[in-house]
């Protein structure tokens, strides 16, 4: 059970995984694929609660940097990996052009400026590097931050509030947000990257599945299935894979054949 302190914490930041289950062991895999061989290079986790993907990813990286608001979080984290820091995502305190490879894993919700927090995670991937990015969808049925209702914060999953008006929505959850499609595009409108994928997930249901085995792994796999369909816009979170262009001189070298094609990244 949560205390008042507590229950404001994740309020404003969620409550970080202690426990690794197959749903955090499915978005690892999905992370390693889209590096495509960077996660072997320098890796930065922005936003790294207690390590748990930061520990996983460390293992392979060349260097793997965690970066966290809450102090305590850093020092948890620092059990798994010794490269922790205390920092805010607006502003990364590190060189332009360091990393080939930076997750954000459901934090963009919480940040103060999300627009800078992704200039910043632009700013320090190498040309060529990827962001891994995981945040809520708009158009999942439940807020999964909880509420405030009379100027008491309840915590859980709260059914449709995310379909209400925004100013409506916003008042009812002021502390963390929500994205469309169209709201993730404005945020990375003017910089100079691609989208190479994006996608909306369901999630694990881990949870529910720890109760009742039976209908909770029947639900995962409907739903899971379901990501495949026009009916995925009902997911939980969006998952995209953002690449940072090449310099133009690069580009000209590396022009690819007339001839050749581009697949567009999936809604």
Not at 23 to 52: F, W, Y
Not at 71 to 85: K, Q
Not at 90 to 115: C, K, N
Request: net charge positive; glycine share 8%.
């Amino acid at each position: 059970m949560l205390n008042d302190v507590d229950l404001q914490k994740a309020a404003l930041r969620g409550v970080p995984s202690h426990a690794w289950r197959a749903g955090q062991e499915r978005r690892l895999k999905m992370i390693l694929e889209a590096g495509v061989g960077r996660e072997k290079g320098t890796i930065l986790v922005d936003g790294c609660g207690v390590g748990a993907y930061l520990g996983k990813l460390a293992f392979a990286a060349r260097l793997a940097v965690g970066l966290d608001v809450e102090l305590e979080r850093t020092i948890d984290a620092h059990l798994v990996s010794e490269g922790v820091v205390c920092g805010t995502g607006e502003d990364l305190p590190f060189p332009a052009g360091m990393y080939d490879l930076t997750l954000s894993h459901e934090v963009l919700e919480h940040v103060q400026d999300d627009r800078r927090v992704i200039a910043e995670i632009v700013r320090t991937l190498k040309p060529g590097g990827r962001l891994i990015l995981f945040c809520p969808n708009r158009g999942y049925p439940f807020e999964t931050h909880g509420i405030y209702w009379r100027g008491k914060y309840h915590f859980g999953n709260i059914p449709l509030v995310n379909y209400l008006p925004k100013t409506l929505r916003n008042r009812l959850a002021p502390h963390v947000r929500v994205y469309s499609k169209r709201d993730l595009e404005t945020l990375f409108a003017g910089l100079p990257v691609r989208v190479v994928s994006r996608t909306i997930l369901f999630g694990a249901y881990d949870n529910i599945i720890a109760r009742y085995p039976v209908p909770g792994k029947t639900l995962r796999a409907v739903l899971q299935t379901l990501e495949k369909t026009p009916l995925r816009i009902l997911g939980l979170s969006h998952f995209w894979i953002v690449e940072k262009n090449q310099p133009e001189s690069v580009k000209l070298v590396n022009r690819p054949s007339v001839f050749s094609t581009n697949n567009p990244a999936s809604n």
